[in-house]
Nanobody, 127 residues
């Protein structure tokens, strides 16, 4: 069992920055891959970024170069640094863990590959 709690969301103007955090508890060392997802009203949940136990990362093209995913060595905290925010980044952001893989992430960035989720934190970007 893994429990995930996100924080750091808020309201910013376009061009601003936010840093999301996700604290993991429980059997946190079992997750081979951690990811950030987001869901805007009326839209499907989509992948933003992922990181595996070795620190290898992947970003959706819509955020590459603006967002950075990172985790601490003990893997109990995951971050998402978001810079140059745009109104289209407005969404509920979720932290997720994949404990079905011990070292590597699934090749795609799909919600169905992750079996533990946080409750989400809202990010609103105004123009």
């Amino acid at each position: 069992q893994v429990q995930l709690v996100e924080s750091g969301g808020g309201s910013v103007q376009a061009g601003g920055s936010l840093r999301l955090s996700c604290v993991a508890s429980g059997n946190k060392y079992s997750a081979g891959c951690m990811g950030w997802f987001r869901q805007a009203p009326g839209k499907e949940r989509e992948g933003v970024a992922k990181i595996n136990t070795a620190g290898s990362t992947y970003y959706d093209p819509s955020v590459k170069g603006r967002f950075t995913i990172a985790q601490d060595n003990a893997k109990n905290t995951l971050w998402l640094q978001m810079n140059s925010l745009k109104p289209e980044d407005t969404a509920m952001y979720y932290c997720a863990a994949d404990t079905t893989r011990t070292r590597y992430c699934a090749s795609a960035l799909r919600p169905s590959d992750y079996n533990y989720w946080g409750q989400g934190t809202q990010v609103t970007v105004s123009s």
